[in-house]
């Protein structure tokens, strides 16, 4: 049960990071065409 809990955490850590390196990129892109 705990491993189980653990193992969706470190997933949703990913797609949080994920989600976050996506979004830097793009405003850098939009700011930098500017």
């Known amino acids: 049960m705990v491993s189980q ?3 969706q955490n470190s ?3 990913k797609v ?3 989600a976050v ?3 830097i990129y793009q405003v ?3 700011t930098g065409n500017d």
Do not use: D, G
């Open 21 to 23: 390196m996506i979004f």
């Open 28 to 30: 850098s892109v939009s």
């Open 16 to 18: 949080k990071h994920q």
């Open 11 to 13: 997933a949703s850590e």
């Open 5 to 7: 809990i653990q193992r």
